[in-house]
Every structure is written in structure tokens, then in C-alpha cells.
């Protein structure tokens, strides 16, 4: 029910009018919060078996607040999007309220809800030494473009209405709080969709313990002596919903902390803004690159020198960004075209290296590492990914080198198949690429995640978890269709014909030779090059020369 009344100080005189909103135990509601009028919930008829209240309130990127009195103090009350306030109940109190207001000049849409727990459940936050509220059940987090990360304060156990609550350091056995455990759980918005109704709805699985553990995965299990901080791999566009449940392992209880969210990118600035993920720069790129790539996918073999100049782009090109990235400040554009360009030098010199030498060893060696390098990626996209032992740089970087090292080795004895592969995988994967920079899609994080790696020295300690929706079974279905069959066209088109075209520069002499001795073929009678070129200025030229007019100019001779 609402309910108005006005609120009068003590000059008996009405301050300002503030509508009640009545919740109840475990039930979620909706309201809108509008800044020039604030709003009290209320909660009747706690029971005598409640000891402590965790009301929760959720927005989708408008900031609100809550607090326990009109006063804002920094101890008793908290702003944000996803905040929430602990009551210790007093003994026989059996009413509670909470303020809220909203400092945004648009209307705000919540939804908000109050949980009840006994004396025997831990509280959430608890032991809080890092933040303002005494007792702080929130969740704080903090992204980029590499990682995500949630920090938490320590839980304490549960205490009677009136006791006083446990020391929080005094102790380290099984009496105190150390013995309590962190479950953090991580939950998927479905993709592309930005909505806030979506997000409202999904929240509601993520509040209460048994809806989390239902709905959620969890991720990691933290003990009192780990750091209550865990990272993830940043989603740019892609809602993400955290929560902590506390448990108490010898009481068997437990309790969840209010629920945080993400889309790692803004609703309000125009930089990074949510409804426009994918830069200009980046479609074109990835586009041109995807079109190419296709290209390669089922004519790679037949047209080897072009194939040697896509594989040298990305080659080069992926280790000239990283390059660049990390020791200059240049903006994302200037150093998507400086890579184009470095990529490309990459990808003319193999192919020159292949027409002037005509050695197949470093041309396939090139094409066969950056096979392994897909190859390598997809493995540590699986949950081999976050073993804590590849948390430590040097252990990674060599089973990742070691796997991309080992593929062109094993088709050593088959280079013709392992060309092939590379074509038909690597040429199939970049479409993937250009549909993630019009459209979220997590395959096409199984190398922005090896980058992201390479550039960011604190993202080894982030979990790798990505959503697998509709979306991604549709584009994994159209990568494995493009993959297999450009790379069964590739070896049926090249049934009965040489392993690799021969080598250009030493045909090329060949035929010049041939010309020059043979006087009966027609192209020993073309002039050389320079001439022709000289010629075909001079009819240029030809083409700007006045006309002379006809007659004679000259005087008559007498």
C-alpha cells in the first residue's frame, strides 16, 4: 500500500510531504524515486526470531540513495546503484524504516527489497574496516577494459537481539569469524539486450541464497585468510550480475551480500557509451579483415602469395600492437591504422620472401604458428583457463608457446593439410571478429583474451568466464560450417596437383630468358619496359599539346 503523510518539525510547520512505501519480508517492489520528492519504507511485524534486516535497493545506472535517517551520514547510509543497509534489530522492535531519495533530474526506476536472518546467520559485512557504513553488506566494483573487480568487507557471526556482537580480530579459531567461508557467484544477463527491465527481472535471482545458488555459477570459494577481491575478465556490453554468499560451516547458515551489477561500459558519457560498442574504426577494420579473411577460407591454397600476405598481417600485426600499445599513449584509432600499415609491411615482405627465395620452411613455419596460436587460444578458453596454476606469467606464456609450437611440428610430414587447416580455421575465425564489432558475441574473446594477457600485467589473476547464449551456438555454428567447408573445398579443388606452386622468381627468369632468345614469340618483339613506359607518357603529353593550325605561319620570300 502507499501511503501519504506530512512530516512536521518542530515549528509545527509542514516541511515537505513524503510518500510511505510499505514492504514486506522477502517480497521485491517496484516504485520510482524522483528527485525533488523523497520516500520512507517501511517494514511492520519483524518477527520476535529476526535478529538483523538487509534492505536492498537497485537501479540500473541513475545513482539513489539510502540511509536511516533524512541526515546523510556517512556511516548510516550509502549511493549508488546497487546499495544496501543492515538493521541490528533492537529487542521487541518489530518496525523499521529507511529513507530514499535521488539526486538525478530524471525519474529513477527500482526495485528494492528486505531480507530477514536469524541470530545464527552471518552478517554480511560485519567486520567492515575498509568503507564508511559500520556494517557494510555492499559489494564495490570497479572495471576497465581488461578486468573487473569486485571487493567486499568481512562478514562477522551472527549474535542475539541485545548481545554484543564477537570481537572481529581479537581470535582466529573455530569460535570466531575466521571460521566463515565466501562463495562468489557470477550471473549473465542474456546478451545484446541493455533493457532495464532485464536487469530488474534477473536481479531478483541473485538476492536471496537459494535463488543464487540455483541461478548463478559459482566461481571461486574464499576463505577469512584470502583477500576479499576477485577479478574478472571484462564484457564490454554485457551484463553481469555478482554476489557473495557467506557461509558458516559450523552452524550450516548462511547469508548473501547485496548483489552488484555491470555492463562494463556507461549509459551517459559518449565516450564508451553502451548503445554504441562497436567504433568506426574497428568495423571497417575488422570488416575489410573479415572479407579478406573469407577469401582465404576457401581459395588460400590455390592463391598461396595471398595467403602468405593475410598470414603476415596478422603476424606482424598482432605484435606490433602489442608493441605500441604498451609503450606509447596513442589513441585506439591512431593505433588500429598503425597497425593496418605495420601489418601490411608483414604481410608484402612474406609474400616477397616466398617469390625471391621461394623456401617454403619460413613461409609455412609463419602460417603454421599462427594456427597454433588459435589453436593455443581456444584451449585456455575452456576452464583450463582459470587453473590458479596458470596464474603465474612464466607457466602460462610456456604451455601457451609450447601448444602454438607443437601444431606446425605434428604436420610436419603433411604441409599441404596443415596450409589448408590454417586457410579454412584461421580465414573462418576472422568473420567472427568483424560480427563482435557489430554484435556481442563471447567467441571473440578467445584472442582478446590472450591480447588482453599480453598487455595487462594484473589481468592474470582474472577468472575468464564468459556467457554462452543463443547467440554464440549460432556463430560457433556458422565458424565450424565456414571452417570445414572451405577446408573440404580446398583439398577436393586440389586433387592431382603439385603440394605448392613453384618457385615465382626463378619462373619469372626463366621466362625472360626465354623471351629474350626466341625470337619467333611475339613477346621477344615488345619493347622493354623503360621504352614502353616512355612511350605511354609521351602520348600523355600528346594529349595536353596544342593543336597547330593549318597553313603556312612563316612570311613569304620575296
Known amino acids: 500500500m502507499n501511503f501519504t503523510y506530512i512530516r512536521f518539525g ?119 574496516l575498509e568503507f564508511d557504513l559500520d556494517i557494510d553488506p555492499n559489494i564495490y566494483l570497479e572495471y576497465n577494459f581488461f578486468e573487473t573487480t569486485i571487493k567486499f568487507a568481512p562478514a562477522n557471526l551472527g549474535y542475539a537481539r541485545g548481545a554484543d556482537p564477537p570481537p572481529c580480530d581479537i581470535q582466529t579459531g ?70 557473495v554468499i557467506v557461509r558458516d560451516p559450523f552452524l550450516n547458515t548462511s547469508a548473501a551480500y547485496v548483489p552488484a551489477h555491470t555492463y562494463t561500459c556507461s549509459f551517459v558519457t559518449t565516450e564508451g557509451n553502451c548503445s554504441s560498442l562497436g567504433r568506426v574504426s574497428s568495423k571497417v577494420f575488422f570488416t575489410l579483415f573479415a572479407l579478406l579473411g573469407l577469401f582465404i ?10 595467403e602468405l600476405f593475410f598470414m603476415g598481417f596478422i603476424f606482424v600485426g598482432f605484435f606490433f600492437y602489442i608493441l605500441i600499445t604498451r609503450l606509447t599513449l596513442l589513441t585506439y584509432d591512431v593505433l588500429l591504422a598503425l597497425t593496418a600499415v605495420a601489418g601490411s609491411v608483414g604481410g608484402v615482405f612474406l609474400a616477397a620472401v616466398w617469390w625471391r627465395f621461394g623456401v617454403l620452411a619460413p613461409c609455412l613455419l609463419c602460417v603454421g604458428l599462427v594456427l597454433g596460436f588459435l589453436v593455443s587460444s581456444v584451449t585456455f578458453f575452456t576452464p583450463l583457463g582459470n587453473l590458479k596454476l596458470f596464474r603465474d606469467d612464466a607457466i602460462f606464456w610456456v604451455t601457451f608457446s609450447c601448444i602454438a ?21 584461421v580465414g573462418s575465425y576472422s568473420v567472427v571478429l568483424a560480427i563482435h564489432s557489430y554484435l556481442y558475441t563471447s567467441l571473440s574473446y578467445i584472442t582478446l583474451n590472450v591480447l588482453k594477457r599480453a598487455l595487462h600485467v594484473d589481468f592474470r589473476g582474472a577468472f575468464l568466464n564468459v556467457p554462452f547464449q543463443t547467440n554464440d551456438f549460432i556463430i560457433l555454428a556458422v565458424w565450424g560450417m565456414l571452417a570445414v567447408s572451405g577446408i573440404t573445398f580446398q583439398i577436393r579443388r586440389e586433387r592431382g596437383r603439385p603440394f605448392f606452386p613453384p618457385h615465382p622468381y626463378k619462373l619469372w627468369k626463366r621466362e625472360r630468358e626465354r623471351r629474350v632468345t626466341n625470337i619467333l614469340d611475339p613477346s621477344h618483339h615488345i619493347p622493354p619496359l623503360r621504352e614502353r613506359l616512355r612511350g605511354r607518357l609521351a602520348q600523355i603529353k600528346e594529349l595536353f599539346r596544342k593543336e597547330q593550325p593549318a597553313g603556312e605561319r612563316t612570311p613569304l620570300l620575296l
Not at 197 to 213: D, F, G, I, S
Not at 405 to 425: A, D, E, Q, Y
Open 10 to 128: 518542530h515549528n509545527t510547520q509542514a516541511e515537505q510531504l513524503v510518500r510511505l512505501l510499505e514492504f514486506s519480508v522477502g517480497k521485491f517492489r517496484y516504485f520510482t524515486l524522483k528527485r525533488p520528492s523523497p520516500e520512507e519504507a517501511i517494514l511492520r511485524h519483524i518477527s520476535s526470531n529476526v535478529t538483523f534486516l538487509i534492505f536492498q535497493i537497485h537501479s540500473q545506472y541513475q545513482n539513489t540513495t539510502i540511509s536511516f535517517s533524512e541526515t546523510l551520514l556517512p556511516n548510516a547510509s550509502g549511493t549508488g546503484t546497487d546499495k544496501g543497509l543492515v538493521f541490528i534489530l533492537r529487542p521487541e522492535q518489530s518496525m523499521c524504516t529507511w529513507h530514499l531519495a535521488t539526486l538525478d533530474a530524471k525519474p529513477v526506476q527500482n526495485v528494492a527489497i528486505p531480507l530477514s536472518y536469524s541470530e545464527r546467520d552471518p552478517i554480511p559485512g560485519g567486520c567492515n
Open 174 to 243: 573455530q569460535g570466531s569469524r575466521w571460521r566463515l567461508q565466501y562463495d562468489v557467484y557470477q550471473y549473465f544477463l542474456p546478451e545484446n539486450d541493455l533493457t532495464e527491465e532485464a536487469l530488474l527481472t534477473h536481479l531478483q535471482r541473485m538476492a536471496e541464497v537459494p535463488q543464487v545458488k540455483a541461478s548463478a555459477v559459482k566461481v571461486v570459494t574464499l576463505t577469512a585468510n584470502d583477500k576479499t577481491s576477485v577479478s574478472f575478465s571484462s564484457l564490454r556490453g554485457q551484463g553481469v550480475i555478482y554476489n
Open 297 to 306: 577460407c576457401f581459395f588460400g591454397h590455390r592463391f598461396w602469395k595471398t
Open 405 to 425: 609450437v607443437v601444431i606446425p611440428l605434428v604436420f610436419t610430414g603433411c604441409l599441404r593439410i596443415l596450409n589448408i587447416l590454417s586457410c579454412g580455421l
